[in-house]
């Protein structure tokens, strides 16, 4: 799975670098599946790696922090990147982090990779998703448009919103801002618009979009979707 700095901090991740014995270099972790991991090297001159490295992991831990170490077996590394996996390490913290990637993982492979059942949101849905109103934010970079919509399903990879059409004549990659009812919870997300539809109320026009959503996925929004779809599961 990607991972992101929202993910990250939500998960207490305050830094990581890795040691090769003689310096320290910090480092971002961008993909994991629990075991594997690939890291970049935010600050590469003069980075090296051997067969094994020491990675050091500033965590949260209560009101305090926690400096926590694992011994990384490398698997290959180019001029700013490397991957591995845990070799081994004696820190509690270390392995419940990366058992929570896991299980992130495990329900991703679940949900995400068959033909994704749809979650229909709308007026009736929206308090049970989490939104915090059915008005959520469509928006375009670069082009000062702004339009209030509404979600009308959800996926893990796809969204579908209705929003009022005039202003609006081509649209194929935009963004949408989803603010949940925690004020702390706000998923940016990148979509492309697979297909469209207009419909006509009265004197205004409205344009459906049906949307794929771009890598990486905010991690709160996949934990709604999944939730939800748990939820029907019982």
């Known amino acids: 799975m990607n991972v992101t700095k929202e993910l990250l901090e939500s998960m207490g991740v305050v830094s990581m670098s890795l040691s090769n014995g003689r310096e320290d270099f910090l480092c971002f972790l961008r993909k994991t599946d629990g075991k594997a991991m690939d890291f970049s090297i935010l ?19 209560g009101e305090g922090v926690k400096v926590c170490a694992a011994e990384i077996e490398m698997h290959e590394a180019g001029t700013d990147w490397c991957s591995g996996k ?5 820190c509690e913290e270390i392995n419940a982090l990366f058992k929570k990637f896991y299980e992130m993982e495990c329900r991703d492979e679940k949900y995400g990779r068959r033909k994704e059942m749809r979650i229909p949101i709308g007026k009736s849905n929206y308090a049970a998703f989490g939104l915090s109103s059915p008005e959520q934010t469509l928006f375009i970079k670069g082009m000062k448009i702004m339009r209030p919509c509404a979600v009308l399903d959800a996926s893990i990879h796809g969204i579908q919103v209705i929003t009022q059409h005039e202003g609006i004549k081509t649209l194929e990659d935009f963004n949408i801002k989803i603010s949940f009812v925690n004020p702390n919870e706000i998923a940016m997300l990148k979509v492309h618009k697979v297909h469209s539809k207009l419909d006509k109320a009265g004197n205004k026009i ?4 049906f949307c ?3 890598e990486p996925i905010h991690h709160v929004w996949k934990e709604r979707v999944i939730r939800m779809l748990e939820s029907f599961e019982h």
């Open 43 to 61: 600050d590469s001159k003069g980075f090296s790696f051997g067969e094994k490295m020491e990675l050091k992991a500033t965590l949260k831990i």
């Open 212 to 214: 794929q959503l771009l």
């Open 86 to 90: 845990i070799a081994r390490t004696s």
């Open 206 to 209: 409205f344009a459906t979009y």
